[in-house]
């Protein structure tokens, strides 16, 4: 009864944790949905968001504003600065290659991953801020059944329950709004997509909004976790094997791709570790998202690529 | 004679049929040193088909890119339905009624037959995102409306067996079919094809044929119309302009420009 206590709580801590990769990977299938391109800018979106939304919140509280009044206009404030951002990234570096190619793109967004992760520090700061959005405390459960209980962090729950929701609406907004169907139809095919009259740039702005706003949501958990920190853009890493596992085109396959990372890994680390000295946490995703690409490179739930030839 | 003109005729820019609808005018394109098109004038009268025809690299897709504006031309102006431009642009062409399919067939791959071509409402959707995304009421109601527009579309060019097939896996013959009908779902009032015939056996041809002219008596669509198959021309247009090397060397009637001495020289090859 020990054993399966232990691993219980094992699992429903990986999975939760897993369920915050997919929260990061989420921003970038959305990206990769819309307009065919690999967004390496997604971990520097989630440091400004957090760093947008931590610092006017500080400042006030320090100014004795009420903390509710305060975590509204500070979400509200990262909301604009992330809209801002999407604009800017529109205007400036996607705008001017419409109908180049995908590798032409992603390259785009590298260049503009320096500029927001240098511009986001210039601006608000280069520090560890701490960010308490929600209890970090835990809880015990069926600590009649367990000696000591299964232990379950109420942030990772606050997570799931965020992710759950937002993978919900996401959902419905790509499969049955007009909208939502000009994104899938601007991803496959630019002309196309212009000859029949969608506004390829408000699409793309679009697209950069939503996904600036699920870093910002992120953000919210991430930063409460570990703090806001540029390590935090390194969460862009750990999203690289969810997506090759779920499959970088379905929303769905995200989630899915984050529950198995983080139950995987947690896992590995208790039964496996100890055999082989441990520290497999740091790479056991990526030797699963290799198996996953052995086998099926489209990911479990990526659309299958058809080239006639 | 009516003195005054109806303003709203005016508005719109609304053309008569048999009126000139679209003309281009000294229109000069070139890529860095390489000229595509070079000084080309015809016209585009409501109502008919018009043929651009030409060999291999004649500059024929690249004057239909200008007309709907993913090229702009360095000279020459386009007139549209009374407004005179030096260079269109995607959206407002496809707002102000032209529709166009491609050479290389340019469908959303991953996307049902039915998805491919509910992109070409777009322009006639009206309700707003949010009401979209909460996907009831007026936005509901509306998302039927053009439903069954398209399922009209579907059932006219005879695709009814395809609809949820994504069209990635289609044969050839019938992703020509669908973008054809994603264009027809824009209702537009010029039509343009690109090859709309490029690799079809006999059989294909006549029906993509036949379509074409039902589109052309039915919806009173103006259609431009770039093919290789001479047979095909000379029965669908009733106007056509022949390109070489990227300038105008005829424009009559299909039997005028047979004739043509120059169009001869130009298919036969004749050292220029």
Redesign the interface.
């Known amino acids: 009864m020990v054993a399966f206590g232990q691993f219980a709580e094992v699992l429903i801590g990986g999975l939760l944790a897993g369920v915050l990769y997919s929260l990061v990977a989420l921003g970038f299938v959305l990206i990769f949905k819309a307009s065919g391109v690999f967004n390496f800018a997604q971990g520097a979106m989630v440091l400004l968001a957090g760093l947008a939304l931590v610092r006017p919140l500080d400042y006030m509280v320090a100014q004795g504003f009420p903390v509710w009044a305060a975590i509204v206009l500070g979400l509200a404030f990262a909301a604009v600065v992330m809209a801002a951002s999407a604009w800017l990234i529109e205007r400036f570096v996607l705008g001017p290659l419409v109908n180049q190619d995908g590798l032409t793109l992603f390259m785009s967004t590298i260049g503009a991953t320096f500029i927001i992760e240098g511009g986001a520090q210039m601006i608000f700061g280069s520090d560890v801020y701490p960010l308490r959005l929600f209890p970090t405390d835990a809880w015990f459960l069926f600590e009649n059944q367990f000696p000591g209980g299964i232990l379950v962090n109420k942030l990772d729950v606050w997570g799931g329950l965020i992710a759950g929701i937002l993978v919900a609406?996401l959902a419905?907004?790509f499969q049955?709004?007009?909208?939502g169907?000009?994104l899938?139809?601007v991803?496959?095919?630019h002309?196309?997509?212009?000859?029949?009259?969608?506004?390829i740039s408000w699409i793309w702005f679009?697209v950069w909004l939503v996904a600036g706003l699920v870093a910002l949501v992120a953000a919210t958990v991430w930063g409460t976790k570990l703090g806001v920190q540029f390590s935090i853009t390194f969460l862009a890493l750990k999203a690289l094997p969810v997506l090759i596992i779920g499959g970088f085109?379905s929303v769905p396959g995200a989630i899915v791709g984050g529950l198995i990372v983080g139950a995987g890994e947690k896992v590995a680390e208790v039964y496996l570790g100890p055999l082989i000295g441990g520290g497999i946490e740091y790479w056991f995703a990526y030797v699963l998202a290799l198996i996953v690409l052995l086998g099926r490179p489209q990911g479990l739930f990526g659309?299958r690529i058809?080239e006639?030839i | 004679m009516k003195a005054d003109v109806d303003p709203k005729a005016t508005m719109t820019g609304d053309v008569e049929p048999g009126q000139v609808m679209l003309s281009v005018e000294n229109v000069s394109l070139s890529f860095g040193g390489v000229k595509a098109i070079r000084g080309v004038s015809f016209d585009i009268r409501k109502g008919e088909i018009r043929a651009i025809i030409g060999p291999n690299g004649a500059g024929k897709t690249s004057m239909l890119n200008v007309i709907n504006g993913f090229y702009h031309p360095q000279e020459g102006v386009i007139t549209f339905k009374g407004r005179r431009r030096s260079a269109m642009r995607p959206y407002i062409a496809a707002s102000q009624g032209i529709a166009r399919t491609f050479q290389n067939v340019a469908l959303f791959k991953g996307m049902s037959t039915l998805d491919n071509i509910m992109t070409g409402r777009t322009l006639k959707m009206k309700r707003g995102l949010l009401s979209h995304a909460l996907h009831f009421g007026p936005a509901k109601s509306e998302e039927i409306r053009h439903r069954e527009a398209v399922e009209h579309i579907i059932d006219f060019l005879e695709i009814a067996h395809i609809r949820k097939a994504p069209v990635g896996k289609l044969p050839y013959g019938l992703q020509k079919r669908v973008e054809l009908g994603r264009a027809l779902a824009m209702e537009p009032e010029l039509l343009l094809l690109d090859e709309p015939m490029a690799g079809m056996n006999l059989e294909e041809k006549q029906d993509m044929s036949r379509f074409i002219l039902t589109v052309k008596d039915t919806f009173n669509t103006t259609i431009v119309i770039i093919e290789h198959d001479m047979g095909v021309v000379m029965d669908l247009s009733d106007r056509v302009v022949v390109l070489d090397y990227g300038q105008k060397i005829a424009d009559g009637t299909p039997a005028e420009v047979q004739s043509n001495q120059a169009v001869i020289d130009a298919y036969l090859g004749v050292a220029h």
């Open positions: 609406g419905v907004f049955k709004t007009k909208t169907r000009a899938r139809a991803a496959d095919d002309a196309a997509a212009q000859s029949v009259g969608i506004p679009v085109t659309e058809i006639r």
